[in-house]
């Protein structure tokens, strides 16, 4: 586990995780404190699972997921394992983010309050539909096996923008979402009178703000990037789970699962192919 | 002016640059038609001052300021000229973004408005206080001759960290501002009743959002960087105005003009030292 700067990563790693799980407590402690608390019953009650669920799945959990890749005792875990935890993770955000946007259209409609007004909630669903669109497209060009190796060396860099993008922009949006509350629960001039609720949610807005901005310093550490399997792993029979190997496999699927030196050698090749193509895309991820 | 993907980024440029200037427009119209106008009286007038130069300095020439070391055409110049562009461009904005307080303070106070409750407030203050201290310490250390090259490498992924960072910051405090203002303006049941200012402002919203995408796309992409200089140009006399030539006359700088071989070398060595010294930096930017 030879890594560049192991102990700055874990102190980074840890304050991150901290930071992540502050600002899902504070904004429990917001809504079960100082609001209603939690419901489902369409009032400021079930409103309030808007918060916890977003600052829950869409900032801390996808903000996991984003640097998943980085942690350094899972590098002798397969490429394919690694792939599915960060799309587990990110499916597990999405799910709960839906369910938020219910919650908020919910106590809208049950309130009489017009849906789709603000900024808020505009750069929020448009978060929201883009997060699954690189879902559902990271799914299928990354996890499966199907997709040829120049697709996923076009689409890597792709996919790795727009999840930094998304995840900016959600911070962005949570922190529209926490004026906009309390605005509206302290009237202006409850909240321009230094109410202890507005400097606690103004906290919060910190925290989230330093959340992301941790995520994104590990995340654009190249001295912490997964490293690249070395080659002769590909040699073992089933020393690969890697998308070399899986893209090979799926070329080989009329084969049983004796592999000739033939077969190796287009594995190897493949590998070496997918290297730089995946070297190609990597430079580009920033 | 070989450029892998010249088009490509001539596309987008022109994108960013539209996509900025369409933000200050609709900023302008946005206070001049629907606000009460500019003036400098203590008034909403005054405060209208707030957006538009936010949006022209912190969002528009801060974006451009960030890309312009990308500018293919500008590659034939010494690196020492696009540094004091980009510091240039940086000061002005950083200007701006004082008035743009100073108006905003001025306001509330002839309002008696209370100063710094909001999260807007705090986010937008740590963004430019955090905006002056990297354009100073960006001048001391990568525009002035002095700082030595280990410590020119280690700053600038920081540096460059930390821009894209404030930037990204700054983009989430414009939303919360917008967010801010129109529902002090229409009140909430003026924004959420789909008035032509809400949607307009909600637009503005989105394109400076989109405005940052642009922005972050194109100062990500590897293969849009800024050439290094062939070694070669060094041993022209007159040819280097780049770190490594600053760093060496700065060493010599009790010499005159000539410089005998072993300075020449001299120069190349620091050269050498700095290509790698800013291969390192560089690796780490993204």
Known sequence: MAMDGYRGFLALLVSALLVGFLSVIFTLIWVLHYREGLGWDGTGLEFNWHPVLLVTGFVFIQGIAIIVYRLPWTWKCSKLLMKSIHAGLNAVAAILAIIALVAAFDFHNAMNIPNMYSLHSWIGLAAVVFYILQLVLGFLVFLLPFAPLSLRAFLLPIHVYSGLLIFGTVIATALTGITEKLIFALKSTGYSSFLPEGIFANTLGLLILVFGALIFWIVTRP???????????????????????????????????????????????ARKRNFTLEDAGQRSTM
């Open 223 to 269: 001295q912490w990037k997964r490293p690249k399997e070395p080659t002769s792993v590909l040699l073992q029979p089933n020393g690969g789970s890697t998308e070399g190997v899986v893209g090979a496999r799926a070329v080989n699927l009329d084969n049983n699962g004796d592999k000739s030196d033939s077969e190796l050698n287009n594995e190897v090749a």
